[in-house]
């Protein structure tokens, strides 16, 4: 079946760095359009980056811009999201996700969630 698993969350200071990772399975990759999504308490969840399976295009929110780093292994079954200078309101639960077509029908698949504390 589809699975999606997060990993590298975890706590940092402001301004520092983490590396998250997620493992996809049962499914074809390659032709999947990845993203990040996140949510904090009380909010809504947003969009954080997508990487698209063709061309590897990338998009942000406005908010990460310049400081986070969508990257994927399609040898691997693996994207990745590289956070640099973390600031305390990027404290959320980070979601990884799976966007592709089984039997020409779109799918949309969820990671379980990996927790993101920034503090000092």
Same mark, same amino acid.
């Given at each position: 079946?589809?699975?999606l698993?997060? #990993?590298?969350?975890?706590l940092?200071?402001?301004? $520092?760095?983490?590396?998250l *990772?997620?493992?996809?399975s049962?499914?074809?990759? /390659?032709?999947?359009?990845?993203s990040?999504?996140r949510?904090?308490p009380?909010?809504?969840r ?6 698209t399976?063709?061309?590897? #295009?990338?998009?942000?929110a406005?908010s990460?811009? $310049?400081?986070?780093?969508? *990257? ?7 994207? /990745? ?10 404290t959320?639960?980070?979601?990884c996700?799976?966007k592709?077509r ?11 969630g ?5 503090s000092?």
């Amino acid at each position: 079946q589809v699975q999606l698993v997060e #990993s590298g969350g975890g706590l940092v200071q402001p301004g $520092g760095s983490l590396r998250l *990772s997620c493992a996809a399975s049962g499914f074809s990759f /390659s032709s999947a359009t990845m993203s990040w999504y996140r949510q904090a308490p009380g909010k809504e969840r947003e969009l954080v980056a997508t990487i698209t399976s063709i061309t590897g #295009s990338t998009n942000y929110a406005d908010s990460v811009k $310049g400081r986070f780093t969508i *990257s994927r292994d399609n040898d691997k079954n693996t994207v /990745s999201l590289q956070m640099n200078s973390l600031k305390t309101e990027d404290t959320s639960i980070y979601y990884c996700n799976a966007k592709f077509r089984r039997i020409g029908l779109p799918q949309n698949a969820w990671g379980q969630g990996t927790q993101v504390t920034v503090s000092s």
